[in-house]
């Protein structure tokens, strides 16, 4: 801070932080913009689909191209802003009528939360054993255990999920380790059912819980259970009443680092879930199936509202404990 | 807590990591199998990793995806370093809570609506799909994630080095090229693979933003795998299982034993 206090360096100031900060506002808050406008717009058959409602973006008059991109940006934002009420006044919410009234898209949302939510409880009863269990290993293992979970995060989610394709086939290695051993005479029917979307979710999302789980429990102090021990209580009192209350911000950092992407989920369902009705899959059609552009963004709006409370749970509870950090 | 590990860590240990690498290695096992059906075992083989040199689509689709990593990851790395030192070093500033909740976001973001959004954008700005827009979009998600590994570096040093050297006349351009570089660069380093390895993952939004000449590896994978599993792809993903344990090994290398959730 103090660096940055000498009047010669207020340009340095303004350079760092407004170079990433344009960049977010053009590429991360604007087109939310531009998708809450096209969902309020019609569908057409012309190039690109759809009838457009508000302000129209500023077309390139600098013949800068690309490098016109802030400015032209910048110009969008104050358009939208300066129509106010009478640009309120003609929008057109049919797509979001039309999501509405159709029970295909209100399971699609329920169905998501629903899978969400559980495979987050589930993968939060696989992770926290793990994660107690590394912050109990022998100090000289713990930085290899540490990189064995962070190694699938790095690896490609594509190719995690195509992995279980071949174990949870009908003809698959699960149903021929099981058959041969005499446990089932029937293949289980697991690939292209919900639950090869839990385990494919669990799955891929286990690094993203284990890690905020690890980091808080790593940094408890032994003593408190020492202490509990010493008092009389036993191993599980000294859980329930000290480790788990203490672990809680980083139950609810990996909780939401799995629960809000894995709602608007589309790899896992789309390769192992069959018929598995999800929303991301949903938007996905829309978009690239239907071609109805507006309807895909009204999708997406709605799927932005659903997810805006845990997104602002996470800034505000879990980002401290965020894996990464 | 103790120094003796109870059986029930072992079996959590056990059964935690089994989950998370027998199905990886499975994978890797089959795509030495010499055997078209792939669950069963038909002996030892390098046919399909010959195959596989051999497709030009999956090729040039990986051409593709290398070129985007690297541009996208050095932009996301050099815009990540800039945000993460805004966020641990500039104190209070106008905007400061949109501009965090801008990083953090998008680290949860479903990828679909990241994809549809920045798809719509380029559209309404007339941007041609292609290598492009495929940059922007994969240097935008990942800059986020290299400013969250910057911003906690930082946050782990303390200010007095950085003073010490302003109160010795040194210029603020100096102190940060002499002094908070060469901290950071750990964290940068590591952001970069980080950001390498999402941009070579990445489907989704590759999906809804590339255009019909730049047709990434993951999308290539996909279209395939939706066919059922193939032994060439099993391949393909040995081959870059093993350029990202590479990476991941090297990141955590440079990284030392600082970073990644040892501090938070």
């Known amino acids: ?325 | 807590m103790n120094k003796q590990m109870g059986w029930f860590s072992w079996i959590a240990l056990g059964l935690g990591f089994t989950f998370l690498y027998l199905p990886i290695f499975i994978l890797v096992l089959y795509s030495f199998n010499d055997s078209k059906l792939v669950t069963v075992w038909g002996g030892w083989t390098l046919r399909w990793y010959g195959e596989l040199f051999a497709n030009d689509g999956l090729m040039n689709a990986a051409r593709v995806t290398l070129i985007v990593a690297v541009i996208a990851s050095t932009l996301a790395t050099v815009l990540g370093t800039l945000a993460g030192f805004a966020l641990a070093r500039l104190g209070r500033f106008k905007g400061r809570t949109l501009f965090s909740g801008m990083i953090l976001a998008p680290l949860v973001m479903p990828e679909v609506i990241t994809g549809l959004s920045l798809l719509l954008t380029f559209v309404a700005l007339s941007v041609d799909r292609g290598f492009l827009t495929l940059i922007l979009a994969h240097a935008t998600f990942s800059m986020c994630y290299v400013a969250v590994v910057v911003q906690s570096r930082l946050a782990g040093f303390d200010l007095s080095v950085e003073e010490a050297a302003m109160d010795l006349g040194a210029k603020p351009a100096t102190v940060f090229f002499r002094i908070t570089l060469p901290l950071i660069l750990p964290a940068v380093v590591a952001g970069w693979l980080l950001s390498f390895t999402l941009s070579l993952d990445d489907l989704v939004i590759a999906n809804f933003v590339s255009g019909p000449g730049s047709t990434t590896l993951p999308i290539k994978i996909w279209s395939q795998v939706r066919l059922g599993v193939s032994p060439e792809i099993n391949a393909l993903s040995t081959i870059l299982i093993g350029l990202v344990a590479l990476g991941a090994v090297a990141a955590s290398y440079v990284q030392k034993r600082r970073g990644w959730g040892q501090e938070a």
């Open chain 1, 1 to 325: 801070m103090a660096a940055f206090e000498g009047a010669s360096a207020r340009w340095a100031r303004r350079i760092i932080i407004g170079v990433p900060y344009v960049w977010l506002a053009a590429f991360f808050l604007t087109p939310f913009l531009i998708v809450l406008k096209l969902s309020l717009s019609d569908a057409t058959r012309t190039k690109p689909p759809y009838q457009p409602q508000g302000p129209d973006f500023p077309a390139d008059e600098s013949g800068w191209g690309l490098l016109s991109l802030p400015w032209r940006l910048l110009e969008y934002l104050g358009s939208w802003l300066s129509g106010g009420w009478a640009f309120l006044a003609a929008l057109d919410f049919e797509n979001f009528v039309w999501l509405a009234e159709d029970s295909l898209y209100i399971n699609a949302y329920a169905n998501s939360l629903w899978i969400a939510g559980v495979s987050t409880v589930l993968t939060l009863l696989i992770g926290y054993p793990l994660a107690l269990a590394m912050t109990r290993a022998p100090e000289k293992w713990r930085p290899v255990l540490m990189l064995l979970v962070i190694l699938p995060f790095w690896t490609s989610f594509l190719i995690r999920v195509y992995a279980w394709i071949g174990i949870l086939k009908p003809e698959g290695l699960l149903n021929l380790a099981l058959m041969s051993l005499g446990l089932i005479s029937e293949p289980l029917e697991i690939y292209n059912t919900p639950t090869a979307v839990y385990i494919g979710i669990v799955y891929s999302y286990l690094p993203f819980m284990v890690l905020p789980l690890y980091a808080t429990l790593s940094k408890l102090d032994p003593a408190l259970l020492e202490a509990s021990a010493d008092l009389g209580a036993k191993p599980l009192t000294s859980f329930w009443r000290i480790t788990l209350p203490l672990s809680l911000p980083g139950i609810l950092a990996g909780s939401f680092l799995v629960f809000i992407p894995a709602t608007g989920e589309f790899v896992i369902p789309d390769l192992l879930g069959g018929k598995t009705l999800m929303i991301g899959k949903v938007l996905y059609s829309e978009f690239f199936n239907n071609l109805d552009w507006p309807l895909a963004s009204a999708v997406a709006v709605l799927l932005l509202l659903l997810l805006v409370g845990p997104i602002v749970l996470f800034q505000r509870y879990g980002a401290k404990q965020e894996a990464l950090g």
